[in-house]
């Protein structure tokens, strides 16, 4: 469900010099593993827009929000994000940035009923394309605690790439690199891949993913063993109708 309240403000000539949007979005999943186990989440986005007057007309100047969900595993989180919008003199778009926190907890253990914790912190950096503001790249750097003991720490950097179809830029695919470090001198890294397929309108037809990646563990009596990724594709295709 979704509820959008807008309120537009006006000079004496009638002219709009300002406007906030402000947008609620809840969403309910359900999922079921093969056991026949279903697991339950609830989240809600709250989105704030402000727009000003910027070069003869009205532009949004900033976007900021909270996502908060809980599922009924256990596991809750909660994501700030603010994202501003940079102008010239003429009212161009000539700039953007972003920032995101977020602060959760995993899902209960099955065996203990122990769980962890984790932050994350993301910067998104932006170009600008005639007049849109494209997300070319992601850092994110997080750490997970276990009953107050940190256990990993993972940086993860995504680049994002564009192609013009239909008079404006749509994601074509992203790049994600993940590199983790755990307390016990395990570690892993992975690289993900994810391909979109447009019509020459720009609706996209398909998706496309590949992973490759190493993991190392530590058993219980020092010894390390090496995991790799091996063959792994999806591919996804969207119903017609």
Avoid: P
């Avoid at 000539?94 to 253990?109: C, I, N, Q, R, V």
């Avoid at 170009?127 to 993860?156: F, M, P």
């Avoid at 008079?167 to 001198?185: A, K, N, P, R, Y």
């Amino acid at each position: 469900s979704s509820v959008k309240h807008v309120e537009n403000y006006y000079n004496a000539f009638g002219i709009c010099y300002s406007a906030t949007e402000q947008t609620t979005t809840e969403t309910q999943t359900t999922s079921t593993d093969k056991d026949g186990d279903k697991t339950t989440s609830t989240s809600t986005q709250v989105s704030n827009v402000t727009q000003v007057w910027t070069g003869g007309s009205v532009k949004v100047e900033t976007v900021t929000g909270t996502v908060t969900s809980e599922g009924d595993d256990g596991s809750n989180s909660q994501t700030n994000y603010t994202i501003d919008y940079r102008y010239n003199a003429d009212g161009q778009l000539e700039g953007a940035s972003g920032t995101s926190t977020t602060t959760g907890k995993l899902a209960d253990d099955a065996n203990d009923g122990s769980s962890g914790n984790y932050t994350s912190t993301t910067t998104d950096t932006y170009i600008i394309r005639n007049g849109q503001a494209l997300k070319s790249q992601s850092v994110t750097t997080s750490t997970t605690t276990v009953e107050g003991q940190e256990k990993s720490t993972t940086t993860e950097t995504t680049t994002y790439d564009y192609d013009l179809i239909g008079g404006s830029w749509h994601l074509m695919s992203t790049v994600s690199q993940s590199e983790t470090s755990m307390t016990d001198g395990g570690s892993e890294s992975t690289t993900t891949t994810v391909t979109y397929t447009r019509d020459s309108n720009g609706v996209c037809t398909g998706i496309s993913q590949n992973k490759t990646g190493t993991q190392t563990v530590k058993d219980e009596a020092g010894g390390t063993h090496t995991f790799t990724i091996q063959n792994y594709d999806a591919d996804y295709v969207f119903d017609e109708t």
